[in-house]
């Protein structure tokens, strides 16, 4: 089955202590990015990937970090959290040959707490 | 730059009635057209997509067409049903790779029975 696995789900930690999001997508997809969801603000992106060892700032990069070193997995980091990255954060994924644009395959999102 | 504006929710609807949801875009070149559906608890799962200008889109009874000349791509469904409660957001494509997605703010839909 074609999907994208976030974890953890839910996460509450504490102001400044590191953690990390695990993506990881089956589909032997190209393209990875993730997204923060906010109430009123709609989804923003914070990173992207175009493929291993590339990535780039989407929208809303600051206080996050990213790495692709394998084509399936694409976690983000928060080296020191702050309140204001309480959100619920979402990956996704989609494949970028051909002519048209194809399917985002999104995961079922992490819903993040910092205190 | 490239945006989208989505009409405010919520949208309260009897079961049985007729939707709409407005979006209307603004783009260079020509972006692709999406709408992607978000169930509670849930992460987004596209609905429909028009890639070029007239095209249309259709999913689950729901259709949206892509109008260049009024620069929108509004969802109808005929008939609504409890099960359609969710949040729709309305989205385009950055570049022809269609690569980075650019979505509106979000409608949420509530249907009663």
Request: charged share 20%; hydrophobic share 30%.
């Amino acid at each position: 089955e074609a999907q994208v696995t976030q974890n953890p789900r839910y996460l509450i930690t504490v102001t400044g202590k590191k953690l990390t999001v695990t993506c990881s997508q089956n589909m032997n997809h190209e393209y990875m990015s993730w997204y923060r969801q906010d109430p009123g603000l709609g989804l923003r992106q914070i990173y992207y990937s175009m493929n291993v060892e590339v990535t780039d700032k989407g929208d809303v990069p600051e206080g996050y970090k990213v790495s692709r070193k394998e084509k399936r997995n694409f976690p983000l980091i928060l080296e020191s959290p702050s309140p204001n990255q309480t959100s619920l954060y979402f990956c996704a994924s989609r494949g970028v040959r051909g002519p048209h644009n194809t399917e985002a395959f999104f995961g079922q999102g992490t819903r993040l707490t910092v205190v | 730059g490239n945006s989208v504006t989505q009409m405010e929710g919520p949208v309260t609807l009897s079961e049985e009635a007729f939707l709409t949801i407005n979006c209307t875009y603004t783009a260079t070149g020509y972006p692709s057209l999406f709408w992607y559906v978000q169930y509670p608890g849930e992460g987004l799962q596209l609905l429909l997509k028009a890639t070029k200008a007239d095209d249309k889109g259709s999913n689950k009874g729901f259709e949206a067409t892509y109008r260049k000349e009024t620069t929108s791509f509004h969802l109808e469904k005929g008939s609504v049903q409890v099960s359609d409660s969710a949040v729709y957001f309305c989205a385009l494509s950055r570049n022809q790779a269609g690569t980075a997605l650019i979505f509106g703010k979000g409608t949420t839909l509530s249907v009663s029975s």
